[in-house]
């Protein structure tokens, strides 16, 4: 009896010890656990509160939108020396009519209802589009970022508009201007990073974005927007386009660290977003 009494005390303790062991264990996983969750909380709470948010700095844009522009212009003096302005243009942004300069005091984005006019009767109501060619590749900057900041508008303004069809006419006239591409890329380029020194909203990372024909430059020119474009959609868009759809690590991680010191609530939840679907495998 003693033999079996001592054995079962000692299968007993055995017992208690694999109990003990496996609360032991349990506790140290909550406690794991807690702490983990604890850490995400904070880091959510300093990223969603913007504690150590960053002001924006506008820096130099990707250099490929200048050397388009310098070819283009050789390209037009080559062609045509006399398709180049030689008088000083009014209301574009360089003389007045005392011949005092404009360029700092009138904003190029600004006034642009005759553009958007243009637009909108050749894309719906089947116009001609050469004037409209005319001005995306125009010799002064003005005209062309005049007329892509109002084609970006129209497009923005009308591309879930199912009752005007505009999704099947913007379409057409994609194919239809096939070959001049580059210069309506160009412009919208052009016109964003004009925004960006004027301080002006504009829907042109979507027209960029969308377009046919956009690729790496698009990628990089948007990476660009979001850091250093002062209009806070601007950058919200550029940061989701150029994470979820922009195949480019490279360009993507960096923006995706950096953007967490965002200085507005919606881009940092942007981030925290695109974050999370990485994480979860989207």
Not at 19 to 29: A, E
Not at 166 to 171: G, L, T
Not at 190 to 196: N, R
Not at 211 to 225: D, F, H, I, K
């Amino acid at each position: 009896m003693l033999v079996f009494a001592l054995e079962h005390r000692l299968l007993f303790i055995s017992h208690e010890d694999k109990i003990m062991n496996i609360s032991f264990r349990f506790k140290n996983l909550i406690i794991a656990t807690a702490f983990i969750a604890m850490v995400v909380v904070v880091f959510l709470v300093h990223a969603l509160a913007g504690l150590s948010a960053r002001p924006i700095v506008f820096a130099e844009p990707p250099a490929f939108v200048a050397a388009f522009v310098e070819r283009h212009a050789a390209k037009m003096d080559q062609s045509d020396p006399s398709s180049s302005p030689t008088e000083p243009e009014i209301g574009g942004g360089h003389l007045d009519e005392s011949g005092l300069p404009t360029s700092e005091f009138a904003k190029l984005t600004a006034d642009l209802s005759v553009e958007e006019a243009l637009v909108f009767n050749v894309i719906l109501d089947g116009d001609s589009s050469d004037v409209l060619l005319r001005l995306f590749a125009h010799p002064e900057k003005s005209q062309r970022v005049k007329v892509a900041m109002a084609f970006a508008a129209v497009n923005a303004k009308f591309s879930h508009n199912e009752e005007t069809g505009f999704a099947d006419k913007r379409k057409q006239f994609w194919l239809d201007v096939k070959e001049h591409l580059p210069d309506i890329q160009n412009a919208l380029s052009e016109a964003l990073i004009t925004s960006a020194v004027e301080g002006t909203t504009t829907y042109i990372p979507y027209t960029l974005a969308w377009m046919p024909g956009q690729g790496r430059e698009t990628v990089e020119l948007l990476a660009w927007a979001a850091k250093h474009h002062p209009d806070w959609w601007v950058r919200r868009f550029s940061v989701y386009f150029v994470v979820r759809f922009g195949g480019n690590e490279e360009l993507s991680g960096p923006l995706l660290q950096d953007r967490i010191d965002d200085p507005n609530y919606k881009v940092r939840k942007e981030v925290l977003e695109r974050r999370f679907s990485r994480f979860i495998g989207e």
